[in-house]
C-alpha cells in the first residue's frame, strides 16, 4: 500500500516568506518516516540527515501528513484505527482519535480545523476535530476509500476509493456525497494540481497514472505505465510528476505538459511512498525492504544518500 520552502533574501522577502509559509518556531526542515512494522515514527534532518527522533504512535504507523503551519504531524495507524496526533516541536504524541478499520491515510483542511482519515477496511472518512482532537462524523463514501485531499478553498474533499476505482465528492459544509468521479483501479496516490480543477492519480491495478477533470469528471490523459504505479508527488513548479513503480523498483519523471515519461532509474527494494523538499531539488523515497530513506536528486534521480529508518517505512512527509 501505500506530500511543500528555504530562503534568506533580506529582512523585508523574509517577513513575507514566513506571512506565505508559516513555519514553528525554532523549527528545521525534517523528513518524518512511519514505520509499519515498527509503530513508529522516525524524524530526519534535512540539513545533517542525522534521526532526530524515534516516536512510538500505533500498529501499523502507515501514512504521515504535516499541517500547513508545521506544528503537528497526523499518522494513519492502519493496525489500530487510530490517527495520532503529534506535537512536531516536543516530538511527543498529544492526541490519539479513533477512527475506522484500517485507517489508512489523513488529510487536514486548508484552515487546519479539520482532519480527515480515509478508513480502507469500513469504506468511510472519519473527520476529526483538530483542536479538541475528537472524531465528529463518519460518512460512507465507496468500496476502499484509501486517500482523501481537499480541494484549494477547503469546501471539497475528494475521496480515493481503492477497490471502486471511483473519487467520492463531500461537500464539507453538508458532510453529504454530492458526486461520484472515475478514478482508477486499485488507486493509490492522488494529487491536485494548481488551482485544483485537476488531478494525478495512480492506478496499480491497472498500470496507469491518470490526469482527472474534476469539474468536467472525464480523464484528460491515461499513460499506461508498468510495474504498479504507486506512489507519486508533484514539482513545487507543477511541470514534473514524480513516480514510484513499486513492483520494479524503479522511479519515473513525467514532464506534466508532454505527458510522457523523460526518465526512469532503479531505487531501492520495494520502493514506496516519497516526498520532494521545497525548492523541488530532492525527493526522499522510502525502500520499505531494505528498512531506509532514500535522498535522490530530482534532477537525474541518483541516490545521494541512504537513512537508516525503522522496521517497514512507508509514509514519507517533508516538514518546512
Not at 147 to 153: A, Q, T
Not at 182 to 193: E, Q, V, Y
Not at 196 to 213: C, F, M, V, Y
Amino acid at each position: 500500500m501505500k506530500n511543500w520552502r528555504i530562503r534568506t533574501i533580506g529582512l523585508f522577502a523574509s517577513v513575507l516568506a514566513l506571512a506565505a509559509y508559516p513555519v514553528a518556531s525554532g523549527s528545521a526542515h525534517e523528513i518524518w518516516v512511519t514505520n509499519i512494522k515498527s509503530g513508529d515514527v522516525t524524524v530526519i534532518d534535512v540539513s545533517s540527515l542525522k534521526v532526530k527522533a524515534t516516536i512510538k504512535t500505533g500498529k501499523g504507523a502507515h501514512n504521515v501528513t504535516i499541517s500547513r503551519d508545521g506544528k503537528q504531524a497526523f499518522v494513519a495507524n492502519v493496525g489500530e484505527a487510530t490517527v495520532s496526533i503529534i506535537d512536531t516541536r516536543t516530538k511527543k504524541v498529544v492526541g490519539t482519535v479513533a477512527a475506522g478499520k484500517k485507517t489508512h491515510d489523513v488529510s487536514i483542511s486548508p484552515d487546519q480545523r479539520l482532519a480527515v482519515a480515509a478508513n480502507v477496511g469500513t469504506d468511510t472518512v472519519t473527520l476529526i476535530d483538530v483542536a479538541k482532537k475528537r472524531p465528529l462524523a463518519t460518512l460512507k463514501t465507496a468500496d476502499g476509500a484509501i486517500m482523501s485531499l481537499f480541494s484549494p478553498d477547503g469546501r471539497l474533499l475528494y475521496v480515493a476509493n481503492a477497490r471502486a476505482g471511483n473519487i467520492s465528492v463531500i461537500d464539507v459544509k453538508s458532510r453529504k456525497v454530492t458526486k461520484t468521479l472515475p478514478g482508477g483501479k486499485g488507486m493509490m496516490a492522488l494529487a491536485l494540481t494548481a488551482g485544483g480543477k485537476r488531478a494525478w492519480l495512480t492506478a496499480p491495478g491497472s498500470n496507469q497514472l491518470i490526469l482527472l477533470d474534476l469539474v468536467k469528471a472525464e480523464n484528460v490523459a491515461v499513460l499506461d505505465v508498468t510495474g504498479e504505479p504507486h506512489g507519486l508527488v508533484l514539482s513545487p513548479d507543477g511541470k514534473k510528476a514524480y513516480l514510484v513503480r513499486r513492483k520494479l523498483n524503479r522511479i519515473s519523471i513525467i514532464d506534466t505538459a508532454s505527458r510522457k515519461i523523460i526518465k526512469t532509474a532503479a531505487i531501492g527494494k520495494r520502493p514506496d511512498m516519497l516526498a520532494i523538499s521545497a525548492d523541488g531539488k530532492t525527493l526522499y523515497v522510502t525502500s520499505r525492504d531494505e528498512d531506509k530513506l532514500l535522498v535522490v536528486s530530482a534532477a537525474n534521480l541518483k541516490v545521494e544518500a541512504e537513512v537508516t529508518t525503522g522496521k517497514e517505512p512507508h509514509g514519507v512527509a517533508y516538514r518546512k
